[in-house]
């Protein structure tokens, strides 16, 4: 963007009036009528330079016009004199305090010259009320710096989570709350390493950065360690148990199960457990067990999709697809991406002789996992490993 | 709510059977006729039999016994000790052509080498072994020139000239080799005259069929991943070439598939391609493995079935005018019942229900079940793996060779499927699995279940292994379902039913007139009291492999049939009635029954 267009995108106020506020005589008027009017000519001629003299002429001539003080504040800022915008843009907020534009320009000025503290507590003051897309993203983006650099990373979150609203596939955007997240991240993890080195907490902490690496057998190991410390803290049993079920390992499944079940124990409340323990009931090939341990997940939160879709997939197995309908049908209101709902559903109409319903159910179940293949291939592709690829190349040469 | 009605209700045939069965079996004890013996069993007489079809005494079940060393089969599947190419892993097919017509079915190894090997320009021998008639077999492979086709992976067998001696189709690494039986005990190479050298892709899985109708053997032939040994991936390279974080092969993820191919049959010893026209020449390049034809929903008009490895089958309706639709999906076959793409490895086609349709039993990757896909008509199926207690024993291996096989012959097809690893890797971690698997049996229940019986068939199938294709036949004419299994690694195996109840059977072999000569896809109904059971002649199917094509049904405790419906591939129906159980019996499509023979005594030798 030209700095004019930048210039005019924050500017409220020039050229659209003259001062009004103020009880200049006849001559001074005329007078700052003239400066005004050259100020015009100058910012249309690209020469704020010129514009800035016009106007700091207003300003002597009548120090309590916000039009001019808040101009020439901007036009400072624009030309890179920050220190020079803060007193013209302050002043102006004295004068009209309802200026949110004025207000994130003298905290984009004020951080500029190092004054965080006051930029802080001006931008996050304007931040809410600005209008304008543009502004409010440059203002945002200005604020989580800065926080950023205060070590307030909290504060951060509201202000992401308002601009991920207005503008969701923004990736810069995007990047940002990643990056704020991932920095939460690491700040809680050093906290609690440092707070509680021998914590439950702190072992289960390391076994969720184990497991994520994909070092199942030490993510469990942590995880063991943890229950020996607080058999009883919350969450434990259920990690624990869905490490054990994607392990693979001999005999891990029952293990898993029953981790699931103590984790139950503890919390009767625990639906995502309940639903486990129909998932591995189901793939044991005990339908029964399933659609019980499925029906009270349903309970405990009856818009749980994963629920509704495991008791039906029992009932279907069951051979009572009455009772498997409404809860498919539920399933993909709650959850409309859900690709394996729909495929459920899509069987089920064809076997209920239904073949439209069938067929959209299909042409839905395979538009998401298209969708979410690509996903998975695009990030695949991302994954570059250039030691790798020297190796293939080698190879191929 | 019209939901097609569930067909695992229990029979009423079934119950008969097993009510009946239980009767004779308790006399059997009564009379200390027990049928426990581990001696080759004597030929069946309906005087002497004891009968019995309930599954539930381990006793009572017949044992798989590992009878290769007496068979004086020889043979080695080269295998490189770390795989490290998708290629080195998948070979592995078995035939069953009685390649001399004695009524005796010989048996078929294909062989490959490894990358090492084929780049010093080193073979692997494959191998056909005659049956002697006595329960040994002789390496015939030099006088018959089949033993270097190519880098071997399959093996199916046709009529393509339609001379009545059954030819070979090998698919190999790089295209596919056709020998033509010149019916002196010997083949030749035709595949050039034939029409078939431009086949240069990675051949997998073929089958022949007539699906025009015109009396001639067409060719179906599903190709895999598009690669050659000059441009190999890197073993671990990349994340596609990772198992559970272990260095591994590449693919067939990561890589790029290959079309398939229909050859339609001139009628003059040679084919044209008509793949695209036809409309199963697989655009999407997914990867192709076994492919079988059969009619699906009864219209008159061969469908084929394909499986493509991790990604959705193909089930091909035939429009009865030369094109074919996929409706993989709208069936229901093309993915599990989650919606999910699975390896799709081996294929066998039942009648498990005693419906008359075809339903079909696929195997598939570890952590992924065996899907069984009920056949409800008119291109509906239902996946009822997980009803029918199949999915989760079958969960934790990786399986290939597959086939219905009633070895208990109560006339309800049980289901036998092998298994072994791809990676040798998995051995040196605990990501819960082995690179040797055990085989697997399931007795069908008779009500739309399965039991695992695995561990009740004697230790033989208990043993692991790394196996692939199997291909099931009466080997020794003895009126029981052997199995042949071929490994990856080292010898294959002989498994032949001994002990057990002396149930009766009945075996058919057909020859076609109008239809092509060996009666490929026909098919016959037979009925005894109230066991109404369904076989058909197959081409291909299980892994890469050729079953005997003679339908043996199990007959339980009836002694004759009653009434033999065959349904030929020209659409011609025969009746016949009053059969006699425990006979080999030959018909010609138009004039009967052209013999009929008693078990041989050579079942006793083995």
Not at chain 1, 190 to 215: D, K, T, Y
């Amino acid at each position: 963007m030209k700095k004019t267009e930048v210039f005019l995108l924050w500017t409220l106020l020039l050229f659209c009036s003259v001062p009004c506020c103020s009880q200049s005589s006849p001559s001074r008027q005329q007078q700052i009528e003239a400066h005004l009017t050259q100020a015009q000519a100058d910012i249309s001629q690209n020469r704020p330079d010129l514009a800035i003299g016009e106007f700091k002429a207003i300003v002597a001539l009548d120090p309590r016009n916000v039009d001019a003080r808040g101009n020439l504040g901007v036009l400072l800022f624009f030309h890179g004199q920050n220190a020079d915008a803060i007193p013209q843009l302050r002043a102006a907020l004295r004068l009209q305090p309802n200026l949110p534009k004025i207000q994130a320009l003298l905290g984009l000025a004020e951080k500029r010259t190092g004054d965080l503290i006051s930029a802080a507590a001006d931008l996050q003051t304007a931040f809410p009320k600005l209008q304008e897309e543009k502004i409010q993203v440059q203002t945002g983006m200005e604020l989580i710096d800065l926080y950023s650099a205060t070590g307030d990373l909290p504060k951060a979150v509201p202000v992401i989570a308002t601009l991920r609203d207005k503008d969701p596939t923004n990736v810069e955007m995007i990047y940002t709350a990643y990056r704020i997240y991932s920095s939460l991240l690491d700040e809680t993890r050093l906290s609690l390493i440092v707070a509680g080195p021998n914590s439950a907490r702190a072992h289960q902490m390391m076994a969720q950065e184990l497991a994520r690496q994909g070092h199942t057998d030490e993510a469990i190991a942590n995880y063991r360690e943890a229950l020996k410390i607080d058999p009883n803290a919350s969450g434990l049993h259920f990690e624990l148990a869905e490490m054990l079920n994607s392990s693979g390992a001999a005999g891990s499944r029952e293990e898993a199960e029953k981790e699931y079940q103590a984790a139950l124990a503890l919390n009767p409340q625990d639906e995502k457990s309940e639903c486990k323990l129909g998932d591995l009931a189901a793939l044991r090939g005990d339908q029964n067990a399933a659609a019980e341990h499925y029906g009270r997940a349903l309970k405990l939160q009856p818009n749980d999709s994963e629920a509704m879709i495991g008791l039906a997939k029992a009932f279907m197995t069951l051979n009572q697809p009455e009772k498997a309908l409404p809860l498919l049908q539920q399933a993909v209101k709650i959850d409309p991406t859900n690709a394996t709902a729909h495929f459920r559903l899509s069987t089920l109409y064809r076997k209920m002789g239904r073949a439209d319903d069938a067929s959209r159910e299909l042409a839905d179940y395979q538009k998401y996992k298209a969708m979410k293949e690509k996903l998975r291939e695009t990030y695949r592709q991302m994954r570059l490993d250039p030691g790798k690829k020297d190796q293939e190349d080698d190879a191929r040469n | 709510m019209s939901i097609t009605p569930a067909t695992r209700l229990f029979t009423s045939a079934c119950f008969a059977a097993a009510i009946a069965c239980v009767f004779l079996f308790a006399a059997s004890l009564l009379s200390q006729s027990s049928a426990k013996s581990n001696a080759p069993p004597e030929p069946s007489s309906s005087a002497t039999a004891s009968h019995n079809s309930n599954p539930s005494q381990p006793s009572d079940l017949p044992q798989l016994v590992d009878i290769t060393s007496s068979t004086g089969i020889h043979f080695e599947h080269l295998s490189s000790p770390e795989q490290r190419y998708i290629m080195e892993s998948m070979s592995g097919g078995v035939a069953l052509i009685d390649y001399d017509r004695d009524g005796w079915p010989d048996i078929y190894f294909t062989n490959a080498q490894s990358v090492e090997m084929a780049k010093s320009g080193k073979k692997a021998r494959s191998a056909l072994f005659h049956n002697n008639r006595d329960g040994t077999f002789t390496d015939v492979t030099d006088k018959a020139g089949v033993g270097y086709p190519c880098w071997a992976n399959g093996v199916s067998v046709g009529d393509y000239n339609n001379d009545g001696w059954p030819d070979l189709l090998i698919t190999c690494f790089e295209g596919v080799v056709l020998y033509r039986n010149n019916g002196d005990g010997t083949f030749t190479d035709v595949t050039k005259e034939a029409g078939l050298a431009g086949d240069k892709g990675w051949a997998m899985g073929s089958t022949f069929g007539d699906y025009d109708a015109d009396g001639w053997d067409d060719l179906f032939i599903s190709h895999y991943v598009d690669i050659s040994l000059d441009n190999l991936p890197v073993f671990g390279s990349s994340k596609t070439c990772q198992y559970h974080g272990i260095d591994v092969q590449c693919g067939p993820r990561g890589l790029k598939g290959l079309p398939d191919s229909l050859y339609h049959n001139n009628g003059n010893g040679t084919f044209t391609e008509v793949s695209k026209e036809a409309g199963v020449s697989d655009p999407e390049r997914r990867f192709g493995l076994t492919s079988v034809w059969t009619d699906f929903d009864q219209d008159g008009h061969l469908d084929l079935f394909v499986t493509n490895d991790g990604q959705p089958n193909y089930l091909y309706r035939n429009d009865g005018a030369g094109h074919f639709k996929d409706v993989a999906y709208t069936a229901g076959v093309a993915v599990s019942q989650d919606g999910v793409e699975q390896a799709n490895m081996g294929v066998a086609l039942g009648d498990y229900l005693h419906t008359g349709r075809f339903s079909i039993f696929i195997t598939h990757f570890s952590d992924e079940y065996a899907v069984l896909y009920r056949n409800d008509g008119q291109m509906n199926f239902t996946d009822e793996s997980y009803a029918s207690g199949i999915a989760a024993v079958t969960t934790p291996y990786v399986s290939w060779g597959d086939a219905f096989l009633d070895w208990r012959n109560n006339g309800w097809p049980d289901i036998f499927l092998v298994s072994g690893h791809v990676y040798p890797q998995v051995d040196s971690a605990e990501v819960g699995t082995k690179y040797q698997e055990p085989m697997l049996l399931f007795e069908n229940q008779c009500n739309g279940t399965f039991k695992d019986s695995s561990k009740l068939a004697g230790p033989a199938i208990q043993v692991p292994r790394v196996a692939r294709g199997i291909a099931c036949g009466d080997l020794f004419n003895d009126g029981r379902i052997d199995v042949v299994v071929e490994t990856l690694k080292g010898q294959p195996l002989i498994l032949q039913p001994q002990g057990g109840p002396q149930n009766h059977w009945i075996s058919f072999q057909l020859e076609g007139v109008q239809s092509n000569r060996l009666a490929l896809n026909a098919r016959v109904k037979g009925t005894a009291g109230d066991l109404v059971q369904t076989g058909q002649v197959l081409s291909g199917g299980s892994y890469l492999s050729q079953h005997d094509l003679r339908i043996h049904f199990g007959l339980a405790a009836h002694d004759h049939l009653d009434k033999a419906e065959i349904v030929w591939p020209s659409g011609k129906v025969e009746t016949l009635t009053n059969l006699q159980a425990d006979r080999f019996y030959k018909l010609k499509e138009g004039q009967g029954i052209v013999s009929s023979d008693p078990p041989s005594r050579a079942a006793t030798k083995p």
